[in-house]
């Protein structure tokens, strides 16, 4: 038994029949076509499926593509306007926030939503709230480094 | 500008690609009509098959086919193993890429299910039917070791993969001699197995051409030419109608080195079906069968006058291999840990038994430092102890062993010989900027609301950039050691560079963007890096050993230096002068004392290309292309400080701050570098406190997934303060070193030390690593019984 599911992804509508069990990260990937979403874990730990889903972010494998069923999704290349860069993007950028880039994507939407509810976070609040989100190359220096540049610059618009 | 380009912290042009989701990793692939493998993977750490039915996974919706050890028969040839350490009595087991008679670890493949999805392959997996005789399983090395170990290959007694040997001086006479008048410090330690976890699972893409006989192969890998070589030997493809791709690689820390059998039994899959085949392992499959690192039960000692002179060191290694030799694996215990172990040290006399064990695991490669973190800790931690027994600080007993500074060459008593450094100066430089004495004196006022202060320190020296050939022909690894760059001089002055190697997270594509620009005037942006595509680029021997920068910058230097003297030749000819009497500054070339009348590197491009007005016997064109094999290795050296706080109420260990003090050399990027050590301290700091892969006693791994094994996360880490000094490698082109491991060799013992630094008072003498806070509690009560 197939689901019609429909979900707005980065502005654009797709619709598509799936099994009940399909994961939002495999609607995103396979069935959008949009591979910049990662999958690095089987159990909700790594953070690099991390997307947002109606402004909010949440981890893209352990939702079902049937409950995200009518929100506005944004990936990693919905963020910026594809003219510019979101502040994030380039403040990751800037700072070396990234090395091999695996984990990138959804570090960055997990810092979206860590700057989305608290917009001038302390050095603890950024190692805090990214918490949920891991990167084995960076050490995460660069990482909180690329946050707080980020909520300085997105403070000035 | 461009003179100036190296040594420039420019941000990485690799970024954009990454932070906008358009990069291209293995798992992104989709090529029309492909299909996807699953594998089945052994439930028992030991036992024998003795029944598989695949008749209803056959029959399940969406699947193709279910092939099992008896299909692959005579089609792929066993893996192998390709470091034939000399001199050690090794003793290959045979390992094929589908377990058809015995399992002998969790991860061994049994069965592979092609499907239309992947969630079909996954939905008949179950459908398998196996039957196992379960055997007894070991998975300690020293305990696979013991006499009446259950025996993992019938042909291969007492599970002894290899002896292998190392000494230096007479050791059993320093002992003696410590034995009667000085000191002799004595310690096991525990070197736990870890589990590397590059954020991006492997995975491969086999398209296999029945028409052309010629197979592409999209890989997580490390090194591409020689997963080449390798898929030749275990499929029987010829290598010229085999193309491995590394496209994006998502980290790999020695993980992604190896050549695996679930490669290679996508590509038969892939060959039967006449189909393009994926197959990506999920997190718990990595951690079941993807290499782990360490694993080393050491028995050292050391022996030292009572003013704290080292005389001697003896040690006894156990080093887990698992099940299976894995590509590079023998190597890693012995070569690049054994030679070694005098580290920063004057170290008159050693001697090392190392003997690698088969087990019930998942096999052992290298894992960042590969080798030398093991052997930087058991130094490390000994100098420690022997500053405890003689009641001196631990960096004066560092000082009193030190090599004395040196800038070309010094041989040690393992028979390597040095490059440069000043081992002293880094420690004096990191004692002062951290305030070191300032530290030891906040020590010594005593605990704070029961949290106890501790100092770490950790000085080390390794050994990278892997070459010579020569050198890797008589340790016997079976593959060159070089690396290679073709530079390629388009009309417009734009640059094309080809490099052997395979940078996947290291920045290369930058930082040797900026090496061409350094050396040939042009702007870094007009450099374009590829690599990656054994189709593409020159043959190169891959990333790692910290080789990259070390051996393929310096190809790309000479191959750039080939350039300007043709270069020179020609604007030579242009300006109607004699060659002797060119000078080049900055990308121009001119007569001495006529700079205004120069030629550009441009405008040397296009007359070469366009090739109107030659020199005569001058080629058109203006490329270039080096292989260079280094003199030796490069030896990157520090000094690290790790601040530890213990909380005896809860035997919480809180990191408080960490200093890293690396010489690599001149830096090219110091953003880069910066980045590489930040990342390389946080993984050893990961071992030191927090992460292990555990199996339980009948060889499952209890540590099976991310919810098990405890990473590194943001929240648990202080900030990183990075520190360098800059001696420059005599025999280098550009004088650079490597920087890739230096932090996780270094890191483990600061931590190490730090946390018993800390324990000290509480009469606490040992504790395994990982810290954790019931171990520490634990060793903090049984003190006190004590």
């Known amino acids: 038994m197939k689901v019609p599911v429909s979900i707005t992804i980065n502005g654009r509508v797709c619709e598509h029949e799936v099994e009940p069990r399909t994961l939002l990260v495999h609607f995103i990937r396979d069935l959008a076509g949009l591979t910049g979403t990662k999958v690095g874990c089987d159990t909700s730990q790594c953070g690099s499926c991390t997307v947002l889903i109606d402004g909010v972010s949440a981890k893209s494998c352990t939702t079902l593509a049937a409950q995200a069923d009518g929100a506005g999704i944004t990936t990693i290349e919905g963020l910026g306007d594809g003219e510019q860069l979101h502040p994030l993007q380039e403040s990751f950028w800037n700072k070396h926030g990234l090395q091999c880039g695996f984990c990138t994507p959804g570090m960055i939407l997990a810092s979206h939503e860590l700057l989305r509810t608290n917009a001038s976070p302390s050095e603890a609040e950024i190692r805090h709230g990214l918490e949920g989100n891991l990167c084995r190359c960076t050490g995460y220096e660069n990482i909180v480094r690329a946050v707080r540049d980020a909520a300085g610059a997105m403070a000035q618009e | 500008m461009s003179s100036r380009i190296f040594g420039s912290g420019i941000r990485r042009r690799e970024d954009p690609r990454l932070i906008t989701g358009s990069a291209t990793y293995t798992h992104d692939i989709v090529l029309p009509g492909m299909v996807h493998a699953v594998m089945l993977r052994s439930s028992h750490a030991h036992a024998r098959i003795t029944r598989i039915d695949t008749e209803q996974a056959k029959a399940a919706p969406g699947v193709l086919a279910v092939y099992t050890g008896a299909d692959i028969e005579g089609a792929l040839q066993p893996m192998p193993c390709a470091w034939l350490l000399p001199d050690s009595d090794l003793k290959i087991a045979a390992y094929p890429c589908i377990a058809s008679d015995v399992v002998r670890y969790t991860g061994d493949i049994v069965a592979v299910v092609v499907a239309e999805q992947p969630s079909q392959g996954y939905d008949a997996l179950d459908l398998i039917e196996v039957d196992y005789e379960p055997l007894p399983s070991v998975t300690d090395p020293e305990a696979a070791a013991a006499d009446g170990a259950p025996q993992l290959h019938a042909d291969i007694e007492g599970n002894q993969a290899f002896h292998w040997t190392v000494a230096g001086g007479d050791a059993d006479a320093a002992f003696a001699e410590a034995e009667a008048s000085g000191v002799v410090i004595k310690e096991r330690i525990l070197q736990q197995r870890l589990i590397p976890n590059a954020m991006e699972p492997r995975g491969a893409v086999a398209q296999y051409s029945r028409a052309t006989g010629e197979l592409t192969l999209w890989n997580t890998t490390q090194n591409p030419h020689i997963l080449r070589f390798l898929c030749s030997v275990v499929t029987g493809i010829p290598e010229d109608k085999l193309r491995v791709i590394a496209p994006e690689v998502g980290g790999g820390f020695g993980s992604k080195i190896a050549a695996y059998p679930a490669d290679f039994v996508t590509v038969f899959c892939s060959k039967q079906l006449g189909r393009p085949v994926k197959w990506i392992e999920t997190r718990s499959e990595n951690y079941q069968a993807t290499t782990h690192g360490r694993d080393h039960v050491q028995d050292v000692e050391l022996a030292a006058t009572k003013d704290g002179k080292i005389t001697g060191l003896r040690c006894t290694v156990h080093a887990g291999m698992g099940a299976y030799l894995s590509t590079a694996a023998p190597g890693i215990p012995t070569i690049l840990h054994g030679l070694m172990l005098s580290g920063c040290y004057t170290i008159p006399a050693l001697k090392e038994d190392v003997y690698g064990v088969y087990t019930n695991g998942v096999p052992v490669e290298a894992y960042r430092g590969a080798g030398r973190p093991e052997a930087t800790f058991m130094l490390e931690r000994l100098i420690d102890m022997l500053a405890g027994e003689l009641g001196m600080d631990p960096a004066d007993v560092r000082r009193r062993n030190f090599i004395p500074k040196f800038d070309d060459g010094h041989k040690v008593i393992t028979t390597l010989n040095y490059d440069s450094g000043d081992y002293p100066g880094a420690l004096d430089k990191l004692l002062e900027h951290t305030g070191y004495a300032?530290?030891?004196?906040?020590?010594?006022?005593?605990?704070?609301?029961?949290?106890?202060?501790?100092?770490?320190?950790?000085?080390?020296?390794?050994?990278?950039?892997?070459?010579?050939?020569?050198?890797?022909?008589?340790?016997?690894?079976?593959?060159?050691?070089?690396?290679?760059?073709?530079?390629?001089?388009?009309?417009?002055?734009?640059?094309?560079?080809?490099?052997?190697?395979?940078?996947?997270?290291?920045?290369?594509?930058?930082?040797?963007?900026?090496?061409?620009?350094?050396?040939?005037?042009?702007?870094?942006?007009?450099?374009?890096?590829?690599?990656?595509?054994?189709?593409?680029?020159?043959?190169?021997?891959?990333?790692?050993?910290?080789?990259?920068?070390?051996?393929?910058?310096?190809?790309?230097?000479?191959?750039?230096?080939?350039?300007?003297?043709?270069?020179?030749?020609?604007?030579?000819?242009?300006?109607?002068?004699?060659?002797?009497?060119?000078?080049?500054?900055?990308?121009?070339?001119?007569?001495?004392?006529?700079?205004?009348?120069?030629?550009?590197?441009?405008?040397?491009?296009?007359?070469?290309?366009?090739?109107?007005?030659?020199?005569?016997?001058?080629?058109?064109?203006?490329?270039?292309?080096?292989?260079?094999?280094?003199?030796n290795f490069v030896f990157p050296y520090g000094a690290h400080l790790a601040v530890v706080e213990v909380d005896t109420a809860t035997g919480d260990v809180e990191l408080k701050g960490y200093t890293a003090l690396d010489d690599c050399g001149p830096q090219i990027n110091p953003t880069i570098v910066e980045g590489q050590v930040h990342g390389g301290v946080v993984q050893g700091i990961g071992q030191a406190l927090w992460e292990g892969a555990a199996y339980d006693d009948s060889g499952q791994l209890v540590t099976g997934s991310m919810l098990d094994y405890a990473l590194p996360r943001a929240d648990r880490l202080p900030p990183i303060d990075v520190i360098s000094t800059v001696t420059r490698s005599p025999h280098h082109p550009l004088g650079v070193k490597g920087i890739g491991e230096a932090g996780t060799i270094a890191s483990t013992a600061a931590v190490y030390n730090a946390v018993m630094d800390a324990l000290k008072p509480l009469g606490v003498k040992r504790v395994d690593m990982p810290f954790t806070p019931e171990r520490v509690w634990r060793a903090i009560q049984d003190a006190k019984g004590a």
């Open chain 2, 438 to 631: 300032g530290l030891r004196a906040q020590q010594a006022a005593g605990p704070v609301n029961g949290k106890y202060l501790g100092l770490g320190l950790s000085s080390y020296v390794e050994i990278c950039g892997l070459g010579p050939s020569q050198v890797a022909g008589a340790i016997g690894f079976q593959g060159g050691l070089w690396e290679s760059a073709i530079v390629r001089f388009h009309p417009t002055g734009k640059v094309h560079v080809f490099i052997g190697a395979s940078p996947h997270g290291q920045g290369e594509e930058t930082t040797f963007a900026q090496i061409v620009a350094s050396e040939i005037g042009v702007s870094s942006d007009d450099v374009k890096i590829f690599h990656g595509d054994t189709d593409a680029t020159p043959m190169g021997w891959g990333t790692y050993g910290s080789r990259t920068t070390a051996v393929g910058g310096a190809a790309l230097a000479v191959a750039v230096r080939k350039i300007r003297d043709k270069a020179k030749v020609l604007a030579a000819h242009l300006l109607e002068a004699s060659v002797d009497d060119m000078e080049y500054e900055d990308g121009k070339f001119f007569v001495k004392g006529s700079p205004d009348k120069a030629k550009t590197i441009q405008d040397i491009a296009l007359m070469a290309n366009v090739a109107w007005d030659l020199p005569e016997g001058m080629e058109a064109g203006l490329e270039a292309s080096t292989f260079y094999d280094p003199p």
